[in-house]
């Protein structure tokens, strides 16, 4: 239903209007012998000049729904010029995203490496690779925010394969370049673990070469197994039988506990950067991090420390056996050309030593 009000209506009088609104619809009505609720929610729009068809009203209607705060005590919003930008920001990132995915676009879309350093063969053992997107008039976009937008909008699946294919040509153009024994480990959505025909699609894929899968490393997050521990285990357990090792990131902060993670189908667990930080700034002694990496191995699991930002935190991990490390006192995240150069420099001068 559509309500006109007057021109020049105050704010707050438009407020206790839609808040009578809803009050008249709290008593059920009757259908039949039952009792039928009728939930209501209240978008406001100022006409303006812009608004040149009753179609454009209703949109810039539709677009404050999803701003109603959850638990409100009145569903009502009031439509600001942020959500229409807002909008027009999700549609240009999801252009260029399905232009990426469709083969059209084959530079907005890139990875960058993080080296990781094996502690006790001071060599760079492998990568991270990072998923990078940069478009025109918006910049660099961050990660977090088109992950979450391509998950929401279901194109995850397609968009993980499209950075599963790139980390695949990286590590086939190092083979090619007799680069041997270095992983390139890639993050997976819960989406695409969960997907049918997801170990399928890993089988039959032209650009997975046995080589390739052998040098490949699968991340997930804690997060991931909430809802879904034994369907999401049982993938992970064929995906290992493939050769493709398994690490769970930001362990620590969720929901695994030291029995569920022996249950699970992994090699590693990664340290999350909370408590590689607090190394810095804490006496040894109010430390957890030890514990941590003591309670992994007598589980029979590497542990990679990520966020390592200092020497006194890679001294720390060091001292209490930590196996790998990654973060800014090792590299940023650099273009395959550099990771590549990176890895025969570092790996070259420990060898010289």
Sequence with gaps: FVVVSGSGEAEERLRKLAERRICSCDDPGSEGTDLQYVD????????????????????????????????????????????????????????????????????????????????????????????????????????????????????INELGNHILQLAADFLG??????????????????????????????????YLSGRILQAMEFEITESVLLEHYEQINETLEQIKRMGIAVSLDDFGTGFSSLSTIGELHIDTVKIDR??????????????????????????GLLVVAEGVEDERQEAYLRKHGCDIIQGYLISRPLAEQDAVAFLRDYNDSEREQ
């Design 274 to 299: 909370f408590f590689i930080s607090r190394i810095s700034r804490l006496p040894d002694q109010d430390l957890i991090t030890s514990d941590i990496i003591s309670m992994a191995h007598k589980i």
């Design 40 to 155: 209501i929610q209240i978008a406001i729009v100022e006409i303006q000049a812009r608004h040149t068809s009753t179609d454009k009203i209703l949109q810039d209607a539709l677009l404050t729904f999803p701003h109603i705060e959850e638990n409100a005590a009145h569903p009502i919003v009031f439509f600001d010029e942020r959500m229409e930008k807002s909008l027009q920001r999700e549609d240009k990132i999801m252009k260029v995203l399905r232009d990426v995915i469709g083969g059209k676009d084959e530079i907005s879309f890139y990875l960058e490496y993080q080296p990781k350093l094996d502690l006790n063969k001071s060599r760079i053992i492998g990568f991270e690779a990072l998923a990078r997107l940069r478009i025109d008039q918006l910049g660099q976009i961050p990660p977090d925010e088109f992950i979450a937008l391509a998950e929401k909008k279901l194109l």
């Design 173 to 206: 153009r190092m083979q090619g370049q007799g680069i041997e024994d270095i992983t390139v480990a890639v993050n997976i959505s819960g989406i695409q673990l969960l997907r049918e025909g997801f170990v399928e699609y890993l089988q039959r894929a032209p």
